[in-house]
């Protein structure tokens, strides 16, 4: 890896296979940590095929090996994390293709949002990071921003943020990447992204 004056930039490696042989190395590294802090009284085990997680015992997901959807009864507080292998590009590149493509397809719901959204935009696009070596390692970028769309129908207006890691592997070009959105309805919304980030700390991996 390397960086450059303009920026912090991959080299280009167009080895994509090679990653997704790697995918097991990746599976540890993306694990997030559950919280230290006890879970709220309301809080219940959810357990998935590859996933458990608490959050209130009304709260439902659907998941497959490398992601998980989680929210709550109604669809209106949602979260979405998700990794995969993936080719070694300039993170700049990948965070715009990334975060263009969630909110271009914003209107069908399922993504950025359970719920379809229009009028879908950032209202903060945060620097671009690289995080601690001693850490993440000598190659870990992160990107957090903001977003904000309407429901489509009722008009209501649903805020979030979205969080997009990518990284470096192992030492043969191999990388990473791990995304995160969470988004409820603005009235009352710092409690509700605060309840869906802890709801985020609590998740494990299972039969990997």
Known sequence: MREHKRGVEFRWL??????????????????????????PSSFRRHQEQYWVWYAPRSWIASSGKYDLNISSATGTLWNKYGYSAVVCYNPAAWFKYLRNNYRDTAGAGFGIYSKPLSRTHFTRIGRIK???????????????????????????????????????????????????????????????IRLLRLVQSTITQRNL
Not at 14 to 39: E, R
């Open 14 to 39: 167009p080895i994509l296979a090679a990653a997704l042989v790697s995918l097991a190395l990746v599976i540890p590294m993306l694990a997030p940590t559950p919280s230290g802090a006890a879970y």
């Open 130 to 192: 690289q995080l601690p070596k001693a850490r993440y390692g000598p190659a870990y970028f992160r990107q957090k921003l903001l977003w904000t769309g309407r429901r489509k129908g009722s008009g209501q207006v649903i805020r979030g943020e979205m969080i997009m890691d990518i990284f470096a592997i192992d030492s043969f070009g191999n990388c990473a990447q791990r995304f995160q959105t969470r988004g409820a309805p603005a009235r009352g919304n710092a409690a509700s």
